[in-house]
């Protein structure tokens, strides 16, 4: 069965602590990995789209990473308004759905 | 990116009754999705709904309990039927920007927040 999982399930920082988020799938054949971020109360926002390994992408202070296993979501010098949940999800060949991950929840403090 | 909307962005409801949720998208789309994402969980795919054609449910969902129409390229509505508390979530509607320079990638609406009492 497809899956994808997160850890840690939730993350405190303090402002500039940097720190990475993980992101473990195991699918019959992959062929993209989504990154969101999830609001309290919104609907995910996107992130990032790797479609193969090795592929790096980055935003700000964000930087996702994907190997032939897991995809990371490093966050560096991380501030207050980082704080959110964020969310993985594997797009599998020949299919349209996204299978999610239970999201990781960070809190930056300041 | 596409702009998706939703209405309602949240509603109280009471056992056995049903709530239509609407998904307007800014742009013509192929396909539209709906998901659920219930309290401190992470987001289910509901259905696949295509324009022209019947919606294709993923398992554990029925058309019964979530009939959904997709009368044109910018429109679609989920209801959700006879309400039970089990029903209160967070029902989402996402569009995939097959058109557009990030291929492949599907974006969401805001959100309807659901509780059934």
């Known amino acids: 069965e497809d899956q994808v999982t997160q850890s840690p399930e939730a993350l405190r920082l303090q402002e500039g602590e940097s720190s990475s988020l993980n992101c473990s799938y195991t699918?019959?054949?992959?062929?993209?990995l989504f990154w969101y971020r999830q609001d309290p109360g919104k609907g995910p926002e996107f992130l990032f789209t790797l479609y193969s390994a090795g592929e790096e992408k980055e935003k700000e202070r964000l930087k996702a990473t994907l190997t032939k296993k897991e995809s990371f979501l490093h966050i560096t010098a991380p501030k207050p308004e980082d704080s959110a949940t964020y969310l993985c999800?594997?797009?599998?060949?020949?299919?349209?759905?996204?299978?999610f991950g239970q999201g990781t929840r960070l809190t930056i403090n300041p | 990116s596409a702009v998706i909307s939703q209405k309602p962005s949240r509603d109280i409801c009471q056992r056995g009754t049903s709530l239509t949720i609407q998904c307007q998208v800014d742009s013509q789309v192929t396909m539209m999705f709906w998901y659920r994402q219930q309290p401190g969980q992470s987001l289910t795919l509901i259905a696949t709904?295509?324009?022209?054609?019947?919606?294709?449910?993923e398992s554990g969902f029925v058309i019964d309990k979530f009939p959904i129409s997709r009368p044109n390229l910018t429109f679609s509505t989920l209801t959700v039927s006879n309400m039970s508390p089990e029903d209160s979530s967070i029902y989402l509607c996402?569009?995939?920007?097959?058109?557009?320079?990030?291929?492949?990638?599907?974006?969401f609406g805001p959100g309807t927040r659901l509780t059934v009492l």
């Open positions: 996402s569009v995939e920007d097959r058109a557009g320079v990030r291929a492949d990638t599907q974006y």
């Open positions: 709904a295509n324009q022209g054609s019947e919606a294709t449910y």
């Open positions: 999800a594997a797009r599998i060949q020949g299919a349209q759905k996204l299978v």
């Open positions: 699918v019959s054949g992959l062929r993209g």
